[in-house]
């Protein structure tokens, strides 16, 4: 009895496997192909409730052709066999969420980036309570977004949230910082000057050239770098990005010349 039981549960796993395997297929390529698969939590909780069917039904089933031992040594291989199988589950749904879920963390941080830069631009400055603010704006849509993704495993997402929240604060911490924000500060700072100085003064003519280039590949916007580089009269902006779905030039420069004119 104890060897066909232990055959059994066996079988029954596979089986249950093979369905598991079936069901997911129709979303598989989706979810590993970078895209999100819409209400993946409740498919996955309806895939489950099916396999587990499975599962038990086909011990029943083979069980029923030889003799059970005793009833409690059957209750605790059945357990243990059905244990091992629910993980096994969870690991192949968690994975495919994983994927998806890096989509939605990456477009989180771009999110933030851009919101970050609009407010600067905007207001002029960026104090931590604003920083702050903004980090729990974005996270608040990935919550959203999130939630169908991950259905009723709240463990997964809320490891998710917290990765992704010291991430975000650490790029808002850090944001002043970087090259784009520089430049737009002292846009800032220049505009500001001009408009203290003095209607009278001595005359002068000062000439400014701005040389700022882009490129642009082919990718689902994972990537994106900005640098800069002051020498003399002459500002460099370099970026880099990967949202290139055909439709926009490789690389595009773009000079800009300034001249400041007092009389």
């Keep these: 009895g104890f ?15 093979a369905e598991l395997r079936r069901s997911l297929r129709p979303f598989r390529s989706t979810a590993e192909s970078g895209k999100i698969v819409k209400n993946f939590g409740k498919i996955c909780n309806d895939i489950r409730g099916r396999c587990l069917q499975t599962f038990t039904s086909t011990v029943g089933s083979l069980s029923s052709q030889f003799n059970v ?16 199988f629910e993980g096994q589950m969870k690991r192949t749904f968690e994975r495919l969420q994983a994927r998806q879920m890096d989509v939605l963390t990456t477009s989180a941080k771009q999110t933030l980036q851009r919101l970050l830069l609009r407010t600067l631009r905007s207001e002029g400055a960026l104090p931590r309570d604003r920083q702050a603010a903004l980090v729990r704006q974005v996270l608040y849509e990935f919550t959203l977004k999130s939630r169908p993704l991950v259905g009723s495993n709240v463990a997964f997402l809320n490891r998710a949230y917290k990765g992704l929240e010291s991430e975000l604060t650490k790029t808002a911490s ?7 924000a520089q430049l737009v500060t002292e846009r800032r700072v220049e505009k500001a000057a001009k408009k203290q100085q003095g209607v ?6 000062k000439a400014r050239l701005d040389i ?12 994106e770098g900005f640098a800069a580089y002051q020498a003399g ?3 460099f902006v370099a970026g880099f990005q990967n949202e290139n779905d055909g439709d926009e030039p490789l690389f595009q420069i773009q000079p800009k010349f300034h001249f400041d004119l007092s009389l």
């Design 3 to 17: 060897e066909e039981l232990q055959a059994a549960t066996e079988l029954a796993a596979l089986k249950a496997t």
């Design 69 to 84: 031992p005793d009833e409690v040594e059957f209750q605790a291989v059945y357990a243990n066999a059905k244990e091992d």
């Design 174 to 180: 850090t944001f002043l910082e970087t090259p784009q």
């Design 200 to 205: 009278k003064g001595a005359r002068s003519l």
């Design 212 to 223: 700022v280039s882009m490129m642009n590949l082919g990718g689902t916007g994972s990537l």
């Design 233 to 235: 009269p002459v500002n």
